[in-house]
């Protein structure tokens, strides 16, 4: 079975600043996925990055970067230069490539930026 | 293409009223998945389906719930009968290959029961 943990309460972060959101899993695969999603106040759900667990690099898509520490099984979101539009949910998910491929999704983390 | 297209956006209904939840996924996507969204439970998976057929339902809650892909571009999840406990937001995703590349949301339906 796979779990995604997201424990922190309501995270804060001035804007221009960078922040961290922290992802744990855990998974008995040795070939995974794991994704970050934003959703916004309006209701979408907003595919922001990908890291495959064999991939060297940590994962960068512009002001988002993937802090992956595989044997400690976390997956950290980091958001560059935060602007007021990154207030938001944002989710950590994962999906293993076994036999069953489920997406499977923490609870999320509520962002506010402050100007 | 247009994305995941779901319908309806809302939907208001009685207890005890059969609710019916529909999904066009992105054409070519070979998995498609049904999740219940709520602020107790967050985001829950119910069933997900690759190539129309259902391959894992065990987060569907109860028997009251079903859910079809009778072909590759439309889906269905109904609540027979419906409880006001059912009221949440409904996400019909899909995905080209879901070990690998992300999976596309639909605007979500948003379930009242009454």
């Known amino acids: 079975a796979q779990k995604i943990t997201q424990t922190q309460p309501g995270m804060f972060v001035q804007e221009k600043e960078a922040v961290t959101l922290d992802c744990t899993y855990d998974?008995?695969?040795?070939?995974?996925?794991l994704f970050w999603y934003k959703q916004p106040s309006s209701g979408e759900m907003i595919f922001l990055i990908y890291q495959g667990s064999y991939d060297e690099q940590n994962a960068t898509e512009g002001r988002y970067s993937l802090n992956f520490q595989k044997a400690r099984k976390s997956a950290n979101l980091v958001i560059s230069a935060s602007q007021l539009g990154d207030s938001a949910m944002y989710f950590c998910a994962m999906t293993s490539t076994g036999a069953n491929s489920k997406l499977t999704f923490g609870k999320g983390i509520t962002l506010s930026v402050r100007p | 293409d247009a994305g995941v297209i779901q319908s309806p956006r809302h939907e208001v209904t009685e207890m005890g009223q059969e609710v019916t939840l529909r999904c066009k996924p992105i054409s070519g996507h070979d998995y498609l998945f049904w999740y219940r969204q709520t602020m107790m439970r967050g985001l829950e998976l119910l069933i997900y389906?690759?190539?129309?057929?259902?391959?894992?339902d065990s987060g569907m809650p109860e028997d009251r719930f079903s859910a079809k892909m009778p072909n590759a571009s439309f889906s269905t999840l109904k609540i027979q009968p419906s409880e006001p406990r059912d009221s949440a937001v409904y996400f019909c995703a899909s995905s080209l290959a879901v070990k690998t590349t992300e999976a596309f949301f639909g605007q979500g339906t948003r379930l009242t029961v009454v």
């Open positions: 389906f690759n190539n129309n057929v259902p391959i894992d």
């Open positions: 998974t008995s695969d040795q070939s995974y996925g």
